[in-house]
């Protein structure tokens, strides 16, 4: 069983209040200090992480009035000597999928979502590393290119600001992604123009290639890509799964473009617009059906209208490139590796 330590800093008179949160809410143990000289007291609540959630909601409603002296702090627990006892059949129960809660979901996707110098530094080098195992057929510089690249952040956060409806990040997550493609596609397309390519290497024809089992991939992609988020597997692995889906096909796209072979640039186009909408699409769908969801009414209504709006726009482009696919797939073994 894991735990999380819930501290709360609140005014004086909302001891009781405390007091009765953690014992509706299943605290495996709590305490509450005596009031400092500010006129505040610190209580600490141990609880299983599946029922934090809860409780934090809680918290917030009774707490979070027009007095804004009260704090409320996660902080992560390792072991918890002697061991609680556990209840006959506890270990089954859960309330949600979900282990981490929304605030600390939040946490970590904003980090992604943040346009800055490094985010922008990490897409240039990438892009050139995986530019180059392209053209040199090099599978290992490839995968080293994929590693390093940070296409996960702003689309896990896309999708999770599109579960809660929360516009401002939605706005942070499309700009800081397009800022990563727009930085790929521009020196993939100067190296393609500047380098001319004739003899296309079987790794580049390959990201030409798009089939509707692309599409299982890139869905596979995403909803990973969620998983690892909420129940703790490795974001590095789920990371670089998200950038074999986005990072070569742009790379292959920009090399394409830049150097006139536009038919196969099409093919790559195809498939880097696929995965992007499989990714955002399954990642969003794992958010909701995981429980994710705003704290208040008015905020879950709103939140679920732009998730059936979101949905709904993914699903009619997958539909569109779909049919795409199905007529593009034709021409690629006549396909000629020569500029036009």
């Known amino acids: 069983m894991s735990y999380r330590l819930v501290e709360v800093v609140a005014p004086e008179g909302h001891g009781d209040t405390i007091r009765a949160i953690a014992e509706n809410h299943d605290a495996v143990e709590s305490w509450i200090s005596d009031a400092d000289a500010s006129g505040r007291i610190t209580a600490w609540l ?3 992480k599946k029922d934090v959630q809860a409780c934090i909601d809680v918290v917030q409603t009774a707490l979070g009035g027009e007095d804004k002296r009260w704090r409320a702090v996660l902080i992560p627990v390792d072991a918890v000597l002697p061991s609680p006892e556990k209840e006959p059949g506890e270990e089954e129960k859960r309330r949600s999928a979900i282990r981490a809660t ?6 970590n996707v904003e980090q ?3 346009l800055h110098r490094n985010y922008l530094v990490l897409a240039f080098l990438s892009t ?3 530019a180059i195992g392209l053209l040199q057929n090099n599978v290992a510089v490839v995968i080293g290119a994929m590693v390093i690249a940070p296409l996960l952040g702003p689309n896990l956060a896309f999708a999770f600001a599109t579960a809660l409806g929360h516009r401002e990040l939605m706005i942070r997550a499309l700009r800081t992604n397009f800022a990563g493609l727009s930085v790929a596609l521009a020196v993939s397309a100067l190296m393609g123009a500047v380098l001319q390519p004739q003899e296309l290497s079987p ?3 390959s990201r030409t290639v798009v089939g509707y089992d ?8 995403g909803a990973a890509a969620v ?4 129940t703790g597997l490795s974001a590095a692995l789920v990371g670089v799964m998200v950038a074999v889906a986005l990072l070569p096909p742009t790379a292959a796209f920009g090399l394409l473009a830049g150097s006139g072979h536009w038919t196969l640039a099409l093919g790559a186009l195809i498939l880097l617009a696929v995965n992007v909408v499989c990714i955002n699409l399954s990642a969003h769908i794992v958010f909701w059906t995981q429980g994710l969801r705003p704290r ?3 905020e879950q209504q709103a939140a679920k209208q732009s998730a059936l709006l979101t949905s709904l726009v993914w699903i009619v482009l997958l539909a569109i490139l779909a049919v795409a696919i199905y007529f593009y797939k034709g021409p690629l073994p006549q396909i000629a590796l020569t500029p036009g």
């Open 46 to 48: 141990l609880m299983d």
């Open 112 to 114: 992604g979502a943040k």
């Open 227 to 230: 998983l690892s988020l909420t």
């Open 128 to 130: 050139v590393v995986a």
């Open 102 to 107: 929304r605030e600390e979901l939040f946490n």
């Open 296 to 298: 208040t009414w008015l």
């Open 214 to 221: 692309t599409i299982a991939l890139a869905l596979a992609s």
């Open 203 to 205: 790794e580049l024809i």
